[in-house]
């Protein structure tokens, strides 16, 4: 069985199972996840703390009688459980270590604690039983019941089905399962039971409890739950009262799942909605569901998603936006809808063992989702867009407040460090897979993976390098044995070697699938083409019509103005019309980073009026008196996920020209 954050039942129909063991020993992610569990995971506990974001009995279990902090908010009771199923992943894979003994210490506090206020109250303080009923309804969700009743029932239950897997104790388990029969308690009741929308989280929490006790109830609850949502909706009625109501149009379903064409509203909210969806249809069999969740991905996948994998187009309402609406300087691409996505994907890859699926985790991960994070560890950003201009220090237009997306230390109400923390804490078992057949390899990242009946491990320095050795340790005897290895849509042209030899199968469907009889420490090396490219975005996108951004294997570059030549500003930089494009290692940039060198052109600049318009002439360069000569410069592009390490300053992904 994986001990990772998804662990199929027996029942479980999909085409692939999760890595029964998975470690990552090297390279970009072994470097990554070391500051990790080095800095942010001690580091979260203290940042909630001073943030005020810990409940107070949680604050008075951890830190001491006496303590008396306490939050507000629908966020109270959630984040110390986020950081906890955080800590808890880290702790599987560590075992040990005097940082980690103390927090265990501090789990047991928590649980103690916890139990005591439980029994009285659950999670959010407000749920009680007694009454069939939720008692403290929120006017802003009109006829529905508010998703704040539930919201510290998900990490609650995450964080329970984490401990027990890190520690093999159950004491949280229990204290969650109480919780969860209390929920189905409440609802039991049916009859005059008001409209339910719920945290879009549930459905993953409660298949998930499901899956570590074996107690079916769980299940069913997540099937009654999503029932319940898909035939409530939203009352049209209410909308047509209140437009303005908070989050309204953003976070409510006006089309059930299984009718709906296309992603919309609150992307995170949404796509963990989605998250749920999948764990359901994975339990349960549901083709109705499948087939909505391989619409509606393929619809965000095609229409909605940036070039970095991430999602969001408006800051107004975080949400999605119409088909090709893809701005990327009011990108909100939060770094927890990037989190959101890769986790919906992977399920999507389990249920189905389709390629595309990992392709999209892979750009997501190494752009969207690691831009999040500053690489020491210590900042973090919400907003994640793909140009930010910088000089009048104002934010991108629509970023709320006014504020420029920047990445800063945790703060109240920040949802999204505990989440990139958890899943950097659980990357392991993201890399590979399972099946009756062998092993799939769907990321690389050297380390050890078992599944499928085998165990490989895995080299490469991929992604600054396009060779990737695997080692077959474990395989069957005495009977054929596939490893299948992802070979991404970017790559044109690929080699792959058994023993030294080159062999001529080509890739299917993604996957270049090996079978054979193998003997323990066979060798096989693939190698990815990394060569630079210019890439263009899709007619329809108009933000970006006329621009290019640059890519080398699974990373993103971008222009951060610190790389250019002084006195020039990234808005009047094109890119030079066939340049090749060359690739650089430097070891002692941004913690060693591959940059990429090309010619570009500044751009003349008319002197400034008060009216930046012209005429056309009829020649497309406009007034006659307006220079038009270009000036050679020479353009440095990093790694998108690296911008902003060095300073705030301007950046941008898509280069006109």
């Known amino acids: 069985m994986s001990a990772g954050p998804i662990r199929l039942s027996p029942e479980a129909r999909t085409a692939l199972c999760p890595a029964t063991a998975a470690r990552i020993t090297g390279g970009f992610w072994a470097t990554r996840r070391r500051i990790n569990a080095e800095v942010s995971v001690p580091q979260g506990w203290d940042r909630l703390a001073e943030a005020t974001v810990v409940s107070r009995p949680r604050a008075a279990a951890c830190e001491g009688p006496g303590d008396g902090r306490a939050a507000d908010g629908p ?174 149009s953003s976070r409510r379903d006006r089309v059930p799942v299984r009718e709906a064409s296309e992603v919309t509203g609150h992307a995170v909210d949404r796509l963990r909605l989605l998250t749920g969806v999948a764990d359901l249809a994975a339990e349960t069999g549901d083709l109705g569901l499948r087939e909505a969740l391989v619409r509606l991905w393929e619809d965000m996948a095609a229409t909605k998603t940036h070039v970095t994998g991430g999602v969001a187009a408006r800051h107004g309402g975080e949400s999605f936006g119409e088909a090709y609406e893809l701005p990327p300087d009011r990108a909100h691409a939060e770094t927890c809808a990037a989190v959101a996505s890769i986790g919906f994907s992977w399920r999507m890859a389990l249920l189905t063992g389709d390629a595309r699926y990992s392709d999209l985790i892979e750009r997501t991960l190494f752009n969207a989702f690691a831009a999040g994070g500053s690489l020491d560890g210590e900042r973090w950003s919400a907003e994640n867009p793909l140009q930010a201009r910088g000089h009048s220090g104002g934010g991108p237009d629509g970023a709320p407040d006014g504020r420029e997306p920047r990445r800063a230390p945790w703060a109240r109400g920040a949802c999204c460090p505990p989440r990139a923390v958890r899943l950097l804490a659980s990357l392991p078992y993201y890399m590979a897979s399972g099946d009756a057949e062998g092993l799939q390899l769907h990321q690389y990242a050297s380390g050890s993976y078992t599944a499928g009946g085998g165990a490989v491990r895995v080299g490469t320095a991929y992604p600054w390098e396009g060779r990737i050795a695997v080692v077959v340790d474990k395989a069957p005897e005495d009977a054929d044995w596939t490893l299948s290895l992802r070979i991404p849509h970017w790559a044109r042209e690929y080699e792959v070697t058994v023993g030294g030899e080159p062999l001529a199968v080509r890739a299917r469907d993604g996957w270049l699938r090996l079978r054979r009889r193998w003997r323990p420490g066979e060798v096989v090396v693939l190698s990815l083409p990394l060569s630079p490219r210019r890439t263009r975005a899709a007619a329809r996108i108009d933000a970006v019509r006329g621009c290019a951004a640059i890519e080398r294997g699974p990373l993103v570059y971008c222009l951060e103005e610190a790389d250019q030549p002084d006195g020039v500003r990234l808005d009047d930089l094109a890119l030079h019309p066939g340049a090749p494009l060359s690739a650089e290692h430097r070891p002692g940039l941004l913690g060693g980073v591959t940059v990429i060198a090309t010619r570009g052109v500044r751009r003349a600049v008319p002197p400034r009026t008060w009216w930046p318009y012209t005429a056309d002439c009829g020649d497309g360069k406009g007034a006659p008196e307006v220079p038009t000569d270009p000036v050679p410069v020479h353009l440095t592009a990093i790694p998108y996920y690296a911008w902003a390490n060095r300073g705030d300053g301007p950046m941008r992904v898509w280069i006109p020209g």
């Open 75 to 248: 966020l109270r009771g959630a984040e110390d459980h986020l950081w906890l199923e955080a800590a808890c992943w880290q702790l599987a894979e560590d075992g040990g270590g005097t940082a980690l003994e103390e927090l265990a210490g501090r789990v047991e506090r928590l649980v103690a604690a916890a139990r005591t206020e439980e029994d009285r109250r659950g999670p959010s303080g407000r749920i009680r039983t007694e009454d069939r009923r939720w008692p403290t309804p929120v006017p802003e969700c009109g006829p529905l019941l508010p998703e704040t009743e539930l919201y510290g029932a998900v990490p609650l239950l995450r964080a329970a089905v984490a401990h027990r897997r890190a520690t093999g104790e159950s004491t949280l388990l229990d204290v969650a399962q109480r919780y969860a029969d209390r929920i189905g308690a409440v609802f039991d009741a049916g009859g005059d039971m008001e409209p339910v929308c719920g945290p879009p989280g549930i459905g993953t929490a409660l298949v998930e409890l499901y899956r570590e006790t074996g107690e079916r109830r769980h299940l069913e609850l997540a099937e009654y739950l999503l029932d319940r949502r898909e035939k409530d909706g939203l009352d049209a009625r209410w909308l047509e009262d209140r437009p303005g109501a908070a989050g309204a």
